[in-house]
């Protein structure tokens, strides 16, 4: 069976390498040539831990290959992955562009009947809509079906996720297409869900926005436990023996970030509302996490009278641990405003820096330690529960910093912790620590 997968991004690549590391022969195809060269010599162009090796090993074998050549990658295809992005648009919709760019891609080529499968998260209904287009456009006489294969990965985990998946969704409308999918999946020995198209679409979608949703309900509810004076880390631990509730994504913060949560809210509204319905849950979950965003820094701007000439030192910028990507990290708008205050910058993130520098070339300066950020500063902003962050010791804000007044938008340290220390420390969801020298 020939693979091939479209787009090398977090998921077509760790999909593609995943499935050569139990033994398919893959054909990982992007439209962008430095990132192919770099595959090629078995470097990944993502941070994803595990990933460098599966490349190299399995390039090595020879069953997994990288190329912009798509017209051969296609021709002789068995089935074919599209893992390209799904973007938000302006009005919050998904951007399907790049599916039906892969789509025309693939049916101006291929030259056998084959499966195309849809990876990336798309609305309900996109399915339909590939497979009219592929029929309607294929240049040869071949059959082309469509089968839905939503991904589950998440980023920092993505091959451990990928290889040691909780379930695998398939969407079809055929016996082939699941047996073919099957066939596939045979070698991961992991519980199928087969379903049709429409449902498999619906499960991604409903997946990430429940998540979303308990992570916005969990942040409502820490905002309340500080009115009322409840610690919100308790509260999760205690609701979290409950099986029904579950003991993840209760964490509360300063909001979700990623490439998918804030799309995938948005896609699901925005095309509930399309058909005449309005998802009153999702509207909240997403006013809420844009709200909690800006909590910390509407606190510090309460806190001193004014941010223009501090020295703020900013602690972790990626939109979570374990990756090096900023996609709605918290981290961007809040850097944005402090810079709009005359606040002077100072920022540290184990891998996330080259990526940000990108977005703020000059304006704020970008040190290689936590403790050079801290020196000196006015107040500390902690964006991202990185280990080298969570792990430095309170006295250390205590030694270094002029004022060591922090604002911690992950909860990284222990109130009892901060109990005994000598800083200021504002948190979410728990009192305010006043113990500044
Ligand atoms: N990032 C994540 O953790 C997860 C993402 N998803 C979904 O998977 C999809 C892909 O997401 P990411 O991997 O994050 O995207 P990404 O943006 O990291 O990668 C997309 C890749 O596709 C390539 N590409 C664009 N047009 C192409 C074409 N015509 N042919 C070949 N390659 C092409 C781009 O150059 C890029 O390398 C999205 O729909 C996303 O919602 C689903 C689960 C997890
Ligand atoms: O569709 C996707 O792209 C993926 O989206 C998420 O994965 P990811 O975005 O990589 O990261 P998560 O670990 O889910 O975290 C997302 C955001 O939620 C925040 N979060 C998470 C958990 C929590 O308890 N509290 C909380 O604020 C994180 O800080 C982060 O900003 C889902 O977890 C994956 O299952 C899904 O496949």
Same mark, same amino acid.
């Given at each position: 069976m020939k693979i091939v997968v479209a787009g090398t991004g977090y998921v077509g690549l760790v999909t593609g390498a995943c499935h050569s590391e139990v033994g398919h022969y893959v054909t990982c195809v992007d439209i962008d040539q430095s990132k192919v060269e770099k595959m090629k010599k078995g470097i990944s162009p993502i941070y994803e831990p595990g990933l460098d090796e599966l490349l190299k090993k399995n390039h090595d074998a020879g069953r997994l290959d990288f190329t912009v050549d798509y017209k051969s990658a296609y021709k002789d295809a068995d089935v074919v992955f599209i893992g390209v992005g799904t973007p938000e648009r302006e009005d919050g919709s998904a951007n399907l562009d790049y599916v039906f760019n892969v789509c025309a891609q693939i049916a101006e080529n291929v030259e056998k009947d084959c499966l195309v499968v849809v990876k990336s998260t798309v609305p309900i209904g996109t399915n339909d809509k590939v497979e009219e287009f592929l029929q309607e456009n294929a240049k040869n006489n071949v059959h082309i079906e469509v089968a839905s294969n939503p991904e589950f990965l998440a980023q920092g985990t993505a091959v451990v996720d990928t290889l040691y998946a909780k379930r695998i969704v398939i969407g079809v409308e055929s016996t082939n297409a699941e047996n073919v999918l099957r066939e596939v999946y045979e070698r991961y020995n992991q519980p199928i869900v087969v379903t049709n198209r429409r449902s498999a679409e619906m499960i991604k979608y409903a997946s990430n926005d429940f998540l979303a949703l308990k992570i916005s309900f969990m942040n409502e509810i820490a905002n309340f436990c500080e009115i009322v004076g409840a610690d919100v880390e308790d509260v999760a631990k205690g609701m979290s023996f409950d099986p029904r509730i579950?003991?993840?994504?209760l964490k509360a913060g300063i909001g979700y970030g990623g490439s998918c949560f804030p799309k995938d809210t948005k896609a699901l509204h925005w095309l509930a509302n399309d058909n005449g319905y309005e998802l009153k849950t999702i509207k909240a979950t997403i006013e809420v996490n844009q709200n909690q965003k800006y909590k910390l820094f509407r606190l510090a701007k309460q806190r001193f009278? =004014?941010?223009?000439g501090l020295k703020v030192a900013v602690l972790g910028l990626t939109?979570?641990?374990?990756?090096d990507d900023l996609r709605e990290a918290p981290s961007i708008p809040n850097v944005r405003r402090l810079l709009d205050e005359g606040a002077e910058v100072v920022a540290y993130d184990p891998v996330g820096m080259d990526n940000f520098k990108r977005i703020f070339p000059s304006e704020i300066k970008y040190v290689n330690t936590p403790e050079e950020t801290l020196k000196d500063a006015d107040l500390a902003f902690i964006f991202t529960e990185w280990d080298e962050i969570k792990s430095l010791d309170l006295s250390v804000y205590a030694n270094l910093?002029? =004022?060591?007044?922090i604002f911690d938008g992950r909860n990284c340290y222990k109130i009892t912790d901060t109990e005994k220390s000598q800083v200021e420390y504002h948190s979410v969801g728990r009192k305010a620590i006043l113990n500044i020298k």
């Open positions: 579950g003991d993840k994504f009278e =004014t941010l223009k939109f979570k641990p374990g990756t910093m002029k =004022t060591p007044i």
